[in-house]
């Protein structure tokens, strides 16, 4: 039989016969210890799926690091700016949480950056925004992008927000809607166009593929997936289209593994004090947990299906790489 201790940071394995005699003693002092790996955890942000599954790949995730979902305390889909504000409370409150468990880092997973600025100064750990992160990976790749991205065009708030807080935000020329104003009244209906997603319909991938076409046309030189809900298609997207595709979840993910990696956290004015307010961000979430009570909120714009994936498969007809 062997034991295991958990610890914030460590995973410690061994024999119960290993224990007893470090406890007991036996002329030694010392644990036959089977195995220790230094695990660095990683939250990532996100609204409660009720997925437990991390939406962030294995392949991805570097030898000694786990990535966990922390969920925030509501779910609320940011259709207008009120409810932005409250997206930017909810999130932030959870990125101090996680700062709270132990987590070596934080990533915010949705394209709006929620509460970045907040989570930020009130903790000591690296925090980073799925959408800056991408920002800064397209502007790497060329001079000019665009973003496409699934939600209606009623969403453009959330995106003109993003590139007027980061100074790259200029260079994205165009911001492309797959979905329709009124195609959001249909969702109550049992075919639409997230239930065609879920169905792994062929047309409406065509239909991003269309807009990622128009971006180009637009002079974009590489495009960004606007929602972390569209990561799971990121790659069959790539595979057919002409420019590079920015996946939110890819750039987020690596960006915070370097920057923990580094040893580096968010430059703070020293200056200004850390925020205190964590208490009292926990306090008004569970208060405004009580009143929502059951009358939960799902986003009306995702990708997935039921059990965290995409339906479609790559197509055999995609072209082989130059």
Known sequence: ????????????????????TGVAGSGSNHLDVKETQLTKRIAYLEMNTGQQKSPVPERLIAPGYSVESVFTGIRVTPINPVDLLLSDFIYAEAAMRAARDGYAGV??????????????????????????????????????FSIVTIWPETMDFVYERLLRDNPVGRQCISVRY????????????EDNFLTQMKAGREDIIERILVEIELAVQ?????????????????????????????????????????????????????????????ELFAEMVQAADLALGADLEDCPVCVLNDDGTASCDLPASVPAEA
Not at 1 to 20: G, N, R, Y
Not at 246 to 264: C, F, H, K, M, W
């Open 1 to 20: 039989m062997f034991w295991k201790i958990e610890c914030t940071f460590f995973t410690v394995e061994m024999s119960s016969d290993s224990l007893l």
């Open 107 to 144: 990533l915010i997973g949705g394209v709006p950056d929620y509460g970045l600025a907040a989570a930020r100064a009130a903790t000591d750990i690296p925090v980073v925004g799925s959408g800056e992160a991408s920002l800064l990976a397209a502007a790497a790749l060329g001079e000019k």
């Open 178 to 189: 797959v979905s329709t104003h009124a195609e959001q009244s249909t969702l109550a209906d």
């Open 218 to 278: 637009d002079g974009a030189k590489s495009v960004i997936l606007g929602c972390n809900c569209m990561s799971p298609v990121a790659e069959i997207l790539a595979a057919r289209s002409s420019v590079p595709i920015v996946d939110p979840t890819t750039a987020g993910y690596r960006q915070l593994e370097t920057l923990i990696e580094l040893g580096l956290r968010t430059a703070r004015d020293p200056r200004v004090p850390r925020s205190e307010r964590q």
